[in-house]
């Protein structure tokens, strides 16, 4: 069965451009979450969907960060337009069941974006 | 506020040693759980191993164990005998277990270098 995979595994953008990253999780996972890691520091949660919906979008940083996911199945983040503090590896982890207390996140390979 | 403190930024050993990383937690929550991942070169987080809070029995896997220990907030993980596939980046992480706090909350990371 296929992992996490995440698209593309790296982008180099210009200050000001806009950028799309996207992620598709698990095959018939409800759960999907976005976390960013800027150099040298935590990995920070930024939103999380059940199916369509955003759940929770308190990591986002603010509203240059766009995040969908259509259908309940991909989801992209686009980032637009793009800061030089935006650079860092963007992970996206899926997860089973909606509505139950835990489950465990599964990571994709992070997206690493640099904003010049 | 729940927070996770690994303060060992880099550790550097010779194969066949021990080695301890640290993980300090903070939560006011009464239930939650405790993780740590693994980053390898290739950059996807990698599930090692979730601990409920209720159960503060230590674990071991092969040469790795963990030991949880809710009196001082820490959920410390030891390689024995390590080997050069060890050498990744080793996140503790916490969450909360209803239904719309699962997110994971990082710290920082400790990158292991085993040399051989």
């Known amino acids: 069965e296929a992992g996490v995979t995440q698209f593309p595994s790296h982008s180099v953008i210009e200050k000001g451009q806009t950028v799309t990253l996207r992620c598709d999780p698990i095959?018939?996972?409800?759960?999907l979450y976005w976390y960013r890691r800027v150099m040298g520091k935590e990995i920070k949660f930024l939103l999380h969907?059940?199916?369509?919906?955003?759940?929770?979008e308190s990591g986002m940083p603010n509203n240059r960060f766009l995040a969908e996911r259509t259908g309940g199945t991909y989801s992209t983040l686009k980032v637009q337009p793009a800061e030089l503090e935006d650079s860092g590896v963007y992970f996206c982890a899926s997860s089973q069941f909606a509505g139950v207390s835990y489950n465990e996140q599964f990571f994709g390979p992070g997206t690493r974006l640099t904003v010049l | 506020a729940q927070k996770v403190t690994q303060a060992q930024t880099e550790i550097s050993v010779v194969e066949k040693e021990d080695v301890t990383l640290d993980c300090v937690y903070e939560t006011r929550d009464t239930t939650y759980y405790l993780f740590w991942y693994k980053q390898p070169p290739s950059g996807e987080l990698v599930f090692l191993i979730r601990r409920n809070s209720f159960d503060e029995q230590n674990e071991i896997s092969g040469r790795y164990s963990w030991n949880f220990q809710k009196s001082t907030s820490s959920f410390n993980f030891t390689i024995t005998a390590s080997q050069v596939v060890d050498s990744a980046v080793y996140f503790c992480a916490l969450s909360g277990v209803s239904y719309n706090t699962d997110k994971l909350i990082f710290g920082t990371g400790t990158r292991l270098q085993v040399f051989p």
């Open positions: 095959s018939g996972h409800d759960n």
């Open positions: 969907f059940v199916k369509e919906s955003k759940q929770d």
